[in-house]
T-cell receptor
């Protein structure tokens, strides 16, 4: 069983469209995250949710809106897609919100978004 | 911020040990040192972490300098599957405008393994 799964794996769309990426974890974790990895391969956190509550929003445009229907899911909705949104988006989860420095994160396989 | 410095790239031969260095001269007394790796076209995966003592697990070993200003990830026998970008990360627990405990990735070390 996949611990952290994302759909779709690839997403090609036109500028201006609205799209969603889904993430599910079956690890029973309390916290989920979204990361963006740009073309230069830098991996940067975007959001984190703890028990369905937004905890971290790292200077992400309002066009990005995470939604957590339950603890096991954290979806990412993107409005009015721009060329610069092209990247790989990774979902991750952890048992707690890094309250313990030993906590580890489990990452999904990534969603490769290409905006044309 | 406590930052890490890693070589951009390293090469290894298959079946040989690999020592991946990481400098973190501004590490605080309670920062844990975490290592993750990212295989091609995959998400990062946890490798190992430690505080002061050397650590071993099924994937690797972590050797931490006595002054904690540097550490080394050791792959005892590199395989082709170990070719990846390896990230050395310090757990940043300080609160920046609501951000707590972010996992901050640097550039990492790209490890190539030759058959």
């Amino acid at each position: 069983d996949t611990a952290v799964s994302q759909t779709p794996k690839y997403l090609v769309t036109q500028m201006g469209n609205d799209k969603s990426i889904k993430c599910e974890q079956n690890l029973g974790h309390d916290t989920m995250y979204w990361y963006k990895q740009d073309s230069k391969k830098f991996l940067k956190i975007m959001f984190s949710y703890n028990n369905k509550e937004l905890i971290i929003n790292e200077t992400v445009p309002n066009r990005f809106s995470p939604k957590s229907p339950d603890k096991a899911h954290l979806n990412l909705h993107i409005n009015s897609l721009e060329l610069g949104d092209s990247a790989v988006y990774f979902c991750a989860s952890s048992q707690a919100l890094w309250q313990y420095k030993e906590e580890t994160q489990y990452f999904g396989p990534g969603t490769r978004l290409l905006v044309l | 911020d406590a930052k890490t410095t890693q070589p951009n790239s390293m090469e290894s031969n298959e079946e040989e040990p690999v020592h991946l260095p990481c400098n973190h001269s501004t590490i605080s007394g309670t920062d844990y040192i975490h290592w993750y790796r990212q295989l091609p076209s995959q998400g990062p995966e946890y490798v190992i972490h430690g505080l002061t003592s050397n650590v071993n697990n099924r994937m690797a070993s972590l050797a931490i300098a006595e002054d904690r200003k540097s550490s080394t990830l050791i792959l005892h026998r590199a395989t082709l599957r170990d070719a990846a970008v390896y990230y050395c990360i310090l757990r940043d627990q300080r609160n920046y405008g609501g951000s707590q405990g972010n996992l901050i990735f640097g550039k990492g070390t790209k490890l190539s393994v030759k058959p």
